[in-house]
Protein backbone atom coordinates (compact mmCIF):
# COMPACT_ATOMS: atom_id res chain seq x y z
CA UNK A 1 0.00 0.00 0.00
CA UNK A 2 1.15 3.32 -1.06
CA UNK A 3 1.55 6.49 1.07
CA UNK A 4 -1.09 8.11 -0.28
CA UNK A 5 -3.82 5.29 0.14
CA UNK A 6 -2.57 5.46 4.11
CA UNK A 7 -3.20 9.30 3.93
CA UNK A 8 -6.73 8.85 2.39
CA UNK A 9 -7.58 5.85 4.83
CA UNK A 10 -5.94 8.10 8.07
CA UNK A 11 -7.98 11.51 6.57
CA UNK A 12 -11.21 9.52 6.47
CA UNK A 13 -10.77 8.00 9.57
CA UNK A 14 -12.45 11.25 12.29
CA UNK A 15 -15.35 11.76 9.66
CA UNK A 16 -16.03 7.34 9.55
CA UNK A 17 -15.63 8.29 13.93
CA UNK A 18 -17.93 11.35 13.73
CA UNK A 19 -20.67 9.18 11.51
CA UNK A 20 -20.41 6.01 14.55
CA UNK A 21 -20.64 8.77 17.76
CA UNK A 22 -22.93 11.59 16.53
CA UNK A 23 -23.86 13.94 19.52
CA UNK A 24 -27.64 14.29 20.52
CA UNK A 25 -27.35 18.48 20.39
CA UNK A 26 -31.10 19.02 20.71
CA UNK A 27 -32.01 19.37 24.60
CA UNK A 28 -33.56 22.82 23.76
CA UNK A 29 -36.53 20.20 23.25
CA UNK A 30 -36.77 19.82 26.55
CA UNK A 31 -38.46 22.60 26.89
CA UNK A 32 -42.06 21.38 26.72
CA UNK A 33 -41.85 20.37 30.04
CA UNK A 34 -41.53 24.16 30.63
CA UNK A 35 -43.44 25.44 28.11
CA UNK A 36 -46.30 26.99 30.33
CA UNK A 37 -44.74 28.29 33.11
CA UNK A 38 -42.05 30.52 33.98
CA UNK A 39 -38.79 29.51 32.17
CA UNK A 40 -35.81 28.38 33.98
CA UNK A 41 -33.18 29.01 31.25
CA UNK A 42 -30.15 27.54 33.56
CA UNK A 43 -32.10 24.03 34.79
CA UNK A 44 -32.42 23.00 30.91
CA UNK A 45 -30.23 20.56 30.45
CA UNK A 46 -27.72 20.69 27.43
CA UNK A 47 -28.21 24.50 26.00
CA UNK A 48 -25.21 26.39 25.00
CA UNK A 49 -23.80 29.69 26.02
CA UNK A 50 -25.60 31.53 22.98
CA UNK A 51 -29.15 29.30 24.01
CA UNK A 52 -28.86 30.32 27.62
CA UNK A 53 -28.13 34.37 26.44
CA UNK A 54 -31.27 34.06 24.13
CA UNK A 55 -33.27 32.24 27.11
CA UNK A 56 -32.90 34.84 29.55
CA UNK A 57 -33.32 37.89 27.10
CA UNK A 58 -36.13 36.65 25.56
CA UNK A 59 -38.12 34.63 28.20
CA UNK A 60 -41.23 34.57 26.49
CA UNK A 61 -40.15 33.99 23.10
CA UNK A 62 -38.64 30.91 24.85
CA UNK A 63 -42.48 29.90 26.40
CA UNK A 64 -43.73 30.33 22.69
CA UNK A 65 -41.09 27.77 21.72
CA UNK A 66 -41.80 25.19 24.55
CA UNK A 67 -45.32 25.34 23.94
CA UNK A 68 -44.47 24.63 20.32
CA UNK A 69 -42.86 22.01 21.29
CA UNK A 70 -45.76 19.94 21.49
CA UNK A 71 -47.58 20.96 18.41
CA UNK A 72 -44.37 19.95 16.39
CA UNK A 73 -44.24 16.30 18.32
CA UNK A 74 -48.20 16.04 17.71
CA UNK A 75 -47.35 16.79 14.01
CA UNK A 76 -44.20 13.57 13.50
CA UNK A 77 -46.79 11.73 15.79
CA UNK A 78 -49.94 12.20 12.97
CA UNK A 79 -46.83 11.72 10.09
CA UNK A 80 -45.27 8.19 11.30
CA UNK A 81 -48.91 6.87 12.92
CA UNK A 82 -48.63 4.23 10.53
CA UNK A 83 -45.48 3.18 10.41
CA UNK A 84 -43.29 0.92 13.07
CA UNK A 85 -41.64 3.53 14.35
CA UNK A 86 -44.38 6.09 15.54
CA UNK A 87 -42.50 9.13 16.33
CA UNK A 88 -43.00 8.40 20.28
CA UNK A 89 -41.44 10.49 22.96
CA UNK A 90 -39.67 9.34 26.31
CA UNK A 91 -40.93 11.89 28.80
CA UNK A 92 -37.81 11.50 31.03
CA UNK A 93 -35.39 11.84 28.19
CA UNK A 94 -33.65 15.41 27.96
CA UNK A 95 -33.50 14.52 24.07
CA UNK A 96 -37.38 13.87 23.98
CA UNK A 97 -36.56 10.33 21.57
CA UNK A 98 -34.09 8.86 23.43
CA UNK A 99 -31.16 6.67 21.89
CA UNK A 100 -33.39 6.54 18.42
CA UNK A 101 -31.19 10.32 18.01
CA UNK A 102 -28.00 8.49 17.80
CA UNK A 103 -27.73 7.07 14.55
CA UNK A 104 -27.71 9.31 11.60
CA UNK A 105 -30.86 8.22 9.92
CA UNK A 106 -34.09 9.63 7.28
CA UNK A 107 -36.13 9.24 10.38
CA UNK A 108 -33.95 11.65 12.56
CA UNK A 109 -33.51 13.94 9.67
CA UNK A 110 -37.58 14.15 9.39
CA UNK A 111 -37.52 15.08 13.77
CA UNK A 112 -35.17 17.95 12.77
CA UNK A 113 -36.93 19.58 10.14
CA UNK A 114 -40.09 19.61 11.87
CA UNK A 115 -39.23 20.38 14.82
CA UNK A 116 -36.93 23.51 13.25
CA UNK A 117 -40.06 24.47 11.26
CA UNK A 118 -42.06 24.13 14.68
CA UNK A 119 -40.21 26.80 16.39
CA UNK A 120 -40.39 29.21 12.94
CA UNK A 121 -44.55 29.03 13.67
CA UNK A 122 -44.62 28.80 16.89
CA UNK A 123 -42.57 32.25 17.50
CA UNK A 124 -43.90 33.85 14.42
CA UNK A 125 -47.86 33.03 15.35
CA UNK A 126 -46.70 34.04 18.76
CA UNK A 127 -45.75 37.73 17.01
CA UNK A 128 -48.92 38.13 15.28
CA UNK A 129 -50.78 37.67 18.60
CA UNK A 130 -48.66 40.51 20.46
CA UNK A 131 -47.50 38.19 22.76
CA UNK A 132 -43.79 38.91 22.39
CA UNK A 133 -42.07 42.46 22.99
CA UNK A 134 -39.44 41.65 20.89
CA UNK A 135 -41.57 41.49 17.37
CA UNK A 136 -44.74 42.20 15.97
CA UNK A 137 -46.72 42.13 12.76
CA UNK A 138 -44.27 42.22 9.72
CA UNK A 139 -43.45 45.47 9.62
CA UNK A 140 -42.49 45.65 5.75
CA UNK A 141 -46.00 45.07 4.31
CA UNK A 142 -47.57 48.97 4.56
CA UNK A 143 -48.79 51.18 1.95
CA UNK A 144 -50.08 49.90 -1.82
CA UNK A 145 -48.58 47.20 -3.85
CA UNK A 146 -50.03 44.95 -7.13
CA UNK A 147 -50.79 41.43 -7.81
CA UNK A 148 -52.23 39.75 -10.95
CA UNK A 149 -56.21 40.79 -9.87
CA UNK A 150 -54.65 44.61 -9.49
CA UNK A 151 -53.92 47.05 -6.99
CA UNK A 152 -54.22 46.37 -3.53
CA UNK A 153 -53.64 47.84 0.38
CA UNK A 154 -51.85 46.06 2.69
CA UNK A 155 -54.00 45.82 5.99
CA UNK A 156 -54.54 43.76 8.90
CA UNK A 157 -51.57 41.57 10.55
CA UNK A 158 -49.27 39.97 8.10
CA UNK A 159 -47.21 37.31 9.59
CA UNK A 160 -43.90 38.43 10.34
CA UNK A 161 -42.13 35.31 9.45
CA UNK A 162 -38.90 36.27 9.00
CA UNK A 163 -38.22 37.48 12.48
CA UNK A 164 -39.13 33.68 13.29
CA UNK A 165 -36.85 32.03 11.12
CA UNK A 166 -34.19 34.69 12.00
CA UNK A 167 -34.54 33.94 15.95
CA UNK A 168 -35.15 29.97 15.08
CA UNK A 169 -31.92 29.76 13.41
CA UNK A 170 -29.88 31.89 16.09
CA UNK A 171 -31.63 29.16 18.91
CA UNK A 172 -31.94 26.14 17.18
CA UNK A 173 -28.74 26.17 15.13
CA UNK A 174 -26.30 27.41 18.20
CA UNK A 175 -25.05 24.00 19.46
CA UNK A 176 -24.40 22.61 16.14
CA UNK A 177 -22.83 25.61 15.03
CA UNK A 178 -20.18 24.89 17.95
CA UNK A 179 -19.19 21.30 16.32
CA UNK A 180 -17.57 20.47 12.65
CA UNK A 181 -18.70 16.89 12.54
CA UNK A 182 -20.62 15.22 9.77
CA UNK A 183 -23.73 15.11 12.27
CA UNK A 184 -23.72 18.55 13.05
CA UNK A 185 -23.38 18.91 9.35
CA UNK A 186 -26.70 16.95 8.51
CA UNK A 187 -28.65 18.53 11.08
CA UNK A 188 -28.14 22.15 10.13
CA UNK A 189 -29.28 21.34 6.38
CA UNK A 190 -32.63 19.57 7.64
CA UNK A 191 -32.83 22.79 9.94
CA UNK A 192 -33.02 25.07 7.10
CA UNK A 193 -34.91 22.60 5.50
CA UNK A 194 -37.61 22.52 8.09
CA UNK A 195 -37.41 26.88 8.18
CA UNK A 196 -37.65 26.80 4.36
CA UNK A 197 -40.75 24.29 4.54
CA UNK A 198 -42.99 26.91 6.48
CA UNK A 199 -42.04 30.25 4.81
CA UNK A 200 -42.92 27.71 1.18
CA UNK A 201 -46.83 27.96 2.41
CA UNK A 202 -47.30 31.55 3.91
CA UNK A 203 -49.97 32.94 1.39
CA UNK A 204 -51.73 35.78 0.52
CA UNK A 205 -54.90 36.81 2.27
CA UNK A 206 -57.47 39.67 1.04
CA UNK A 207 -60.54 41.08 2.17
CA UNK A 208 -62.76 42.95 -0.33
CA UNK A 209 -64.71 46.33 0.45
CA UNK A 210 -66.81 48.31 -2.09
CA UNK A 211 -70.47 47.82 -3.07
CA UNK A 212 -71.77 44.42 -2.08
CA UNK A 213 -67.91 43.12 -2.01
CA UNK A 214 -67.58 44.12 -5.53
CA UNK A 215 -63.61 43.98 -4.86
CA UNK A 216 -63.01 47.54 -5.82
CA UNK A 217 -61.04 48.10 -3.04
CA UNK A 218 -58.45 45.00 -1.56
CA UNK A 219 -56.92 44.89 1.57
CA UNK A 220 -54.48 42.16 2.26
CA UNK A 221 -52.19 40.32 4.21
CA UNK A 222 -49.98 37.76 3.94
CA UNK A 223 -50.98 34.21 7.02
CA UNK A 224 -48.70 31.21 7.61
CA UNK A 225 -50.88 28.15 6.55
CA UNK A 226 -51.59 25.09 9.09
CA UNK A 227 -49.16 23.46 10.41
CA UNK A 228 -50.06 20.29 8.68
CA UNK A 229 -49.30 21.67 5.54
CA UNK A 230 -45.71 22.06 6.32
CA UNK A 231 -45.70 18.49 8.07
CA UNK A 232 -47.26 16.78 4.79
CA UNK A 233 -44.47 18.66 2.71
CA UNK A 234 -41.85 17.25 5.32
CA UNK A 235 -42.90 14.12 4.95
CA UNK A 236 -42.44 14.01 1.07
CA UNK A 237 -39.18 14.98 1.72
CA UNK A 238 -38.77 12.19 4.07
CA UNK A 239 -40.05 9.36 1.59
CA UNK A 240 -37.18 11.67 -0.44
CA UNK A 241 -34.49 11.82 1.96
CA UNK A 242 -31.28 11.20 -0.09
CA UNK A 243 -28.28 9.32 1.77
CA UNK A 244 -24.85 11.65 1.35
CA UNK A 245 -20.98 10.74 2.46
CA UNK A 246 -19.03 13.77 3.41
CA UNK A 247 -16.82 15.12 1.34
CA UNK A 248 -12.86 14.05 1.59
CA UNK A 249 -12.62 17.83 3.11
CA UNK A 250 -15.42 17.91 5.27
CA UNK A 251 -16.90 20.86 4.53
CA UNK A 252 -20.22 19.22 2.39
CA UNK A 253 -22.15 16.00 1.20
CA UNK A 254 -22.00 14.15 -2.21
CA UNK A 255 -24.31 11.39 -2.59
CA UNK A 256 -24.11 7.97 -1.52
CA UNK A 257 -25.59 6.43 -4.80
CA UNK A 258 -24.28 8.25 -7.79
CA UNK A 259 -27.40 7.13 -10.06
CA UNK A 260 -29.32 9.85 -7.53
CA UNK A 261 -29.22 13.89 -7.95
CA UNK A 262 -27.53 16.28 -5.50
CA UNK A 263 -29.66 17.30 -2.48
CA UNK A 264 -30.94 20.38 -2.76
CA UNK A 265 -31.72 22.85 0.47
CA UNK A 266 -35.13 21.70 0.40
CA UNK A 267 -34.38 18.29 0.64
CA UNK A 268 -33.75 15.99 3.51
CA UNK A 269 -30.23 14.09 3.89
CA UNK A 270 -29.26 11.47 5.96
CA UNK A 271 -26.25 8.98 6.51
CA UNK A 272 -27.06 5.62 8.20
CA UNK A 273 -30.01 3.49 7.00
CA UNK A 274 -32.33 3.04 9.24
CA UNK A 275 -32.99 -0.06 11.99
CA UNK A 276 -36.42 -2.09 10.99
CA UNK A 277 -37.80 -1.04 14.50
CA UNK A 278 -39.33 -4.35 14.83
CA UNK A 279 -38.00 -5.69 18.35
CA UNK A 280 -37.44 -3.72 21.58
CA UNK A 281 -33.58 -2.81 20.97
CA UNK A 282 -32.12 -0.26 23.58
CA UNK A 283 -29.08 0.59 21.77
CA UNK A 284 -31.01 1.44 18.81
CA UNK A 285 -33.63 3.51 20.54
CA UNK A 286 -36.92 1.31 19.41
CA UNK A 287 -39.76 0.00 21.23
CA UNK A 288 -40.44 -2.89 18.81
CA UNK A 289 -44.44 -3.21 17.47
CA UNK A 290 -45.05 -5.47 19.64
CA UNK A 291 -48.53 -4.61 21.03
CA UNK A 292 -49.71 -2.42 17.87
CA UNK A 293 -52.58 -2.29 16.27
CA UNK A 294 -52.36 -3.12 12.49
CA UNK A 295 -54.90 -3.01 9.59
CA UNK A 296 -55.86 -6.23 8.24
CA UNK A 297 -57.12 -4.80 5.24
CA UNK A 298 -54.51 -2.53 4.26
CA UNK A 299 -51.17 -3.29 1.67
CA UNK A 300 -49.29 -0.44 3.46
CA UNK A 301 -46.79 0.34 6.30
CA UNK A 302 -50.06 -0.39 8.91
CA UNK A 303 -51.02 -3.85 7.12
CA UNK A 304 -50.40 -6.30 9.71
CA UNK A 305 -48.04 -8.31 7.45
CA UNK A 306 -45.60 -5.00 7.55
CA UNK A 307 -46.18 -3.78 11.23
CA UNK A 308 -46.08 -7.40 12.80
CA UNK A 309 -42.45 -8.22 11.30
CA UNK A 310 -44.09 -11.48 9.83
CA UNK A 311 -44.52 -12.54 13.51
CA UNK A 312 -48.31 -12.37 13.44
CA UNK A 313 -50.77 -11.02 15.03
CA UNK A 314 -53.92 -11.33 17.91
CA UNK A 315 -57.54 -10.20 17.58
CA UNK A 316 -59.51 -9.02 19.84
CA UNK A 317 -63.47 -8.16 20.07
CA UNK A 318 -64.27 -4.60 21.29
CA UNK A 319 -67.19 -2.68 21.61
CA UNK A 320 -66.55 1.06 21.40
CA UNK A 321 -69.21 4.36 21.07
CA UNK A 322 -70.17 5.95 17.37
CA UNK A 323 -72.80 8.34 16.22
CA UNK A 324 -74.97 6.98 13.72
CA UNK A 325 -78.44 7.42 12.07
CA UNK A 326 -77.20 11.10 11.49
CA UNK A 327 -80.20 13.25 10.01
CA UNK A 328 -79.47 16.89 8.79
CA UNK A 329 -82.10 18.96 10.33
CA UNK A 330 -83.39 22.92 8.64
CA UNK A 331 -81.60 24.78 9.27
CA UNK A 332 -78.39 23.79 9.77
CA UNK A 333 -77.70 20.99 11.86
CA UNK A 334 -76.73 17.41 11.96
CA UNK A 335 -78.26 15.23 14.75
CA UNK A 336 -76.85 11.71 15.14
CA UNK A 337 -77.58 8.83 17.59
CA UNK A 338 -75.27 7.12 19.59
CA UNK A 339 -74.78 3.63 19.01
CA UNK A 340 -72.33 1.00 20.28
CA UNK A 341 -70.30 -0.95 17.86
CA UNK A 342 -68.36 -4.09 18.32
CA UNK A 343 -65.00 -4.05 16.53
CA UNK A 344 -62.35 -6.37 15.72
CA UNK A 345 -59.09 -5.28 16.69
CA UNK A 346 -55.88 -6.55 15.89
CA UNK A 347 -52.58 -6.63 17.64
CA UNK A 348 -48.91 -7.38 16.89
CA UNK A 349 -47.54 -10.46 18.44
CA UNK A 350 -44.31 -10.22 20.75
CA UNK A 351 -40.90 -11.84 19.71
CA UNK A 352 -40.97 -15.58 20.60
CA UNK A 353 -37.75 -15.44 22.23
CA UNK A 354 -35.30 -12.98 22.91
CA UNK A 355 -33.01 -13.50 20.21
CA UNK A 356 -36.28 -13.32 17.14
CA UNK A 357 -34.50 -12.10 14.23
CA UNK A 358 -37.31 -10.75 11.74
CA UNK A 359 -37.37 -12.32 8.32
CA UNK A 360 -35.82 -10.55 5.57
Known sequence: MNSSSLFGIWL?????????????????????????SRVMCDNVPGLVSRQRQLCHRHPEVMRSIGLGVAEWTAECQHQFRQHRWNCHT?????????????????????????SSAGVVYAITRACSQGE???????????????DSKGTFDWGGCSDNIDYGIKFARAFVDAKERKGKDARALMNLHNNRAG?????????????CHGVSGSCTLRTCWLAMADFRKTGDYLWKKYNGAIQVVMNQDGTGFTVANKRFKKPTKNDLVYFE?????CIRDRDAGSLGTAGRVCNLTSRGMDSCEVMCCGRGYDTSRVTRMTKCECKFHWCCAVRCQDCLEVVDVHTCKAPKSPDWVAPT
Not at 132 to 146: A, E, M, R, V
Request: proline content about 5%.
Open 273 to 277: NSPDY
Open 90 to 114: LDRDHNLFGKVLLRSSREVAFVYAI
Open 12 to 36: SVPLILSWVTPQVSSSWWYMRAVGS
Open 195 to 207: RKAVKRFLKQECK
Open 132 to 146: LKSCSCDPKKKGTSK
